[in-house]
């Protein structure tokens, strides 16, 4: 597992203050992992059975992880994006929306709340997220051929993705982005159509070039359909225009014919971003990481568990605050994937968060 930082190793830095690395990038964008639970079992998240699920006990209380986020939007944090695992799991997930729909930064603006799910349970719960103040949408769909589906997640669900992405559809929430999973002999023969199905639905497709973040540390790079490879093929039915002005995003994103509809393509792998990522982590059980690929962690329950009356809200809240800086501060230029000595993080994708 991962190393754990103690409080001790706080960084320097004054609550209230902008979340800068040493590299100077400025943290504004905070991942919320609710759960690291899921209703599917996608093989290149985790294995289909003999999952190590976290303890009840670890997983953060509704209260703590709106405790956390006040805390990092005092620091600058503008976005927090809900993940899993699944999150519309978690039974509480609409108060949870609820609750953090309402903070707001120093400027007095509320935070934008956004949330990544493969979209089973969006017909049932969508109408309440939205009225508890969700406002973006990332719903997984890596194939539209059911038998595809069904050998790549595990499950038999495709049609229930499908009236989550219509609920999707059907709401206010834009931009509506689908996301997509390119591998070679799985479904790269889909990437037109799966940009088509987008395009049907008013949504954006994003591809996404396969990482190794498996749980069961099986990903091999010839597997991965490559940025230029997923380009190559889109070139065949549009002409690509580049958008400017990409910022932090992670996706470099393309028009469609001169627009206006776009398609994205997020290569971690041949074309990291790195130098521009503005994101932070928190694990479903209170750790937080500066990287998707990161082997080290800082935890947060001590600071958030303290025995009853031995530290005050102000203390409790300074400490989260000092491990954001010290999360922050240890963070490196860059993911090193294509360096001999990556080493894969211990933790599958799921118990990290999208």
Excluded at 42 to 68: F, H
Excluded at 195 to 203: G, S
Excluded at 237 to 254: D, I, K, M, S, Y
Excluded at 295 to 322: C, K, M, N, V
Aim: a negative charge; aromatic letters at 4%.
């Amino acid at each position: 597992m991962p190393r754990p930082r103690a409080a001790a190793e706080f960084a320097p830095g004054s609550p209230g203050e902008p979340l800068v690395d040493t590299h100077g990038r400025v943290h504004r964008d905070l991942r919320v992992s609710l759960t690291d639970r899921c209703s599917l079992r996608c093989t290149y998240c985790m294995p289909e059975q003999g999952n190590e699920w976290l303890a009840k006990s670890s997983i953060l209380t509704l209260d703590e992880i709106v405790r956390i986020a006040r805390v990092a939007a005092a620091d600058g944090v503008t976005t927090f994006r809900l993940t899993g695992g699944e999150p519309l799991l978690r039974s509480d997930i609409v108060e949870v929306v609820r609750r953090l729909a309402v903070i707001q930064g120093p400027d007095g603006r509320p935070v934008e709340l956004a949330m990544t799910t493969n979209g089973i349970r969006l017909p049932e719960l969508l109408p309440s997220l939205v009225d508890a103040g969700l406002a973006r949408l990332n719903i997984s769909l890596d194939t539209l051929r059911r038998d595809r589906f069904r050998d790549l997640t595990r499950r038999d669900r495709l049609d229930d993705v499908l009236a989550g992405i219509a609920a999707a559809s059907a709401s206010g929430l834009r931009p509506l982005k689908l996301n997509a999973v390119a591998m070679r002999d799985v479904n790269e023969d889909e990437l037109i159509d799966l940009v088509q199905f987008a395009l049907d639905h008013n949504a954006e497709l994003r591809f996404i070039e396969q990482m190794p973040l498996d749980a069961g540390h099986t990903w091999d790079r010839s597997r991965m359909v490559t940025r230029e490879e997923i380009l190559d093929e889109l070139s065949t039915r549009w002409h690509l225009t580049p958008v400017p002005g990409r910022g932090g995003a992670p996706a470099e994103r393309w028009r469609l014919d001169g627009g206006p509809q776009t398609v994205g393509v997020i290569a971690s792998v041949t074309a990291p971003f790195c130098g521009d990522c503005d994101r932070l982590r928190l694990t479903a059980d209170g750790q937080l990481r500066n990287c998707l690929f990161s082997t080290t962690e800082y935890d947060l329950l001590p600071s958030l568990r303290q025995p009853e009356g031995s530290a005050g809200d102000a203390e409790i809240d300074a400490a989260i605050d000092g491990m954001l800086r010290s999360c922050v501060h240890g963070k490196l230029p860059g993911h090193a994937i294509n360096d001999p000595g990556f080493l894969q993080p211990a933790r599958g994708m799921n118990a990290i968060g999208g």
